[in-house]
T-cell receptor, first 111, second 114 residues
Framework: ELKVEQNPLFLSMQEGKNYTIYCNYS?????LYWYRQDPGKSLESLFV?????AVKQEGRLMASLDTKARLSTLHITAAVHDLSATYFC???????????FGTGTRLQVFP | EAGVVQSPRYKIIEKKQPVAFWCNPI?????LYWYLQNLGQGPELLIR????????DSQLPKDRFSAERLKGVDSTLKIQPAELGDSAVYLC????????????FGEGSRLTVL
């Protein structure tokens, strides 16, 4: 059974600081997705990572995928308050076309 | 371009009553998903449609849940009868390339069962 674990589950960080969110998964997969969710809102797609070594960047966020280590990271550079949200990674279970979501990392950025 | 539209946004019912949720996906998206999201957790897939065919409903509790996607566009998810444990947010999503593509989510329907 594919399990997807994120850490930390909660992250409170000061504006201007850097931090990394980790997403580990238990079985092989070549496809990983990152989503953002604001309270009471929909999930917004951030990144789609489709191969080992893939790296994508958008603004202050950068995501990478290491399929051999079964690990993806979401790096936050010089955090700002607008980044406060819950971030989910989701992994596609090989051969099933099914996305398994992690439990999410709730990020709060304070002045 | 309009996103995924869901209704109602909020629904409060008493246990054992029926409830239905409606989803209109992004125009042209052939794949539609219903997910369940409990408080503080990630979404869990209930059912996936490719056009009008349910291709993955293994996680749908078929004793009380049903879904349909007539004409391969709009979809309805029904619960009958609802139980206290069904209180959650029901998310609809759609994609253009099937499960390999990027999913676009609606804002969800929040169900409270009393």
């Amino acid at each position: 059974e594919l399990k997807v674990e994120q850490n930390p589950l909660f992250l409170s960080m000061q504006e201007g600081k850097n931090y990394t969110i980790y997403c580990n998964y238990s079985t092989t997969s070549d496809r990983l997705y990152w989503y953002r969710q604001d309270p009471g809102k929909s999930l917004e797609s951030l990144f789609v990572l489709l191969s080992n070594g893939a790296v994508k960047q958008e603004g202050r966020l950068m995501a990478s995928l290491d399929t051999k280590a079964r690990l993806s990271t979401l790096h936050i550079t010089a955090a700002v308050h607008d980044l406060s949200a819950t971030y989910f990674c989701a992994v596609e279970r090989d051969g099933t076309d099914k996305l398994i979501f992690g439990t999410g990392t709730r990020l709060q950025v304070f002045p | 371009e309009a996103g995924v539209v869901q209704s109602p946004r909020y629904k409060i019912i008493e246990k054992k009553q029926p409830v239905a949720f409606w989803c209109n996906p992004i125009s042209g998206h052939n794949t539609l998903y219903w997910y369940l999201q409990n408080l503080g957790q990630g979404p869990e897939l209930l059912i996936r449609y490719e056009n009008e065919e349910a291709v993955d409903d293994s996680q749908l509790p078929k004793d009380r849940f049903s879904a349909e996607r007539l004409k391969g566009v709009d979809s309805t998810l029904k619960i009958q009868p609802a139980e206290l444990g069904d209180s959650a947010v029901y998310l609809c999503a759609s994609s253009l390339e099937g499960a390999y593509g990027e999913l676009f989510f609606g804002e969800g329907s929040r169900l409270t069962v009393l």
